[in-house]
């Protein structure tokens, strides 16, 4: 699969946000530069060699900018991941306002793969992890769906 467009972005690639630390001269070469289509690199992660298919993943939807695919330890009867093809986001708080729309192309992802598969009517949730209070564990931004029974509340534990 060609990704010859996937590409790292963080907030620090914006220059107009100089108010943030110098980027060292590592992070600013990954920043600007393709990711290989082949081997880890310092900005690939798990998702990225999925992606790839260079390791097996239980692919179940892909668009020409989302990859929608199982997750290894659901939590939910449906637990689906939906990444962004061509860019990898690290975590939401890296999103750029003019990734706005690819957002949106991971929230319409996971409706039309729920209503597809039959359970929109009965409902799902979402989720976007975010760093370490959220439990984030692959720094590849991914929307979580989660389905297939009622799925109890969400939160702080214990609540
Ligand atoms: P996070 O905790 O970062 O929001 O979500 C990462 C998710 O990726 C977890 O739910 C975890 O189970 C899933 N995951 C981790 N490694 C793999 C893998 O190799 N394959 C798949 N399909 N999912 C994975």
Excluded: W
């Excluded at 790292?8 to 946000?17: E, F, G, L």
């Excluded at 108010?19 to 992660?45: E, F, G, L, V, W």
């Excluded at 991971?106 to 729920?114: N, P």
């Excluded at 989720?127 to 991914?142: D, K, M, P, S, Y």
Aim: a positive charge.
């Amino acid at each position: 699969m060609a990704l010859a467009g996937f590409v790292c972005s963080t907030r620090h690639r914006d220059s107009r946000r100089s108010h943030k630390a110098p980027m060292s001269p590592a992070r600013h070469y990954a920043s600007t530069h393709p990711i290989p289509d082949r081997a880890m690199t310092q900005n690939d992660t798990l998702f990225g060699k999925i992606l790839r298919r260079e390791i097996p993943a239980t692919i179940v939807y892909e668009d020409d900018e989302v990859l929608g695919f199982k997750d290894i330890a659901p939590q939910a009867p449906v637990h689906v991941l939906f990444i962004p093809k061509h860019v990898l986001i690290p975590t939401m708080d890296d999103l750029l306002p003019e990734q706005a729309a690819l957002v949106g192309k991971l929230v319409l992802a996971a409706a039309e793969y729920a209503r597809r598969e039959g359970f929109a009517q009965e409902g799902y949730r979402v989720v976007i992890n975010c760093r370490e209070h959220a439990g984030q564990t692959v720094f590849h931004l991914h929307l979580h769906l989660l389905a297939g029974a009622p799925l109890g509340h969400f939160g702080v534990p214990g609540r």
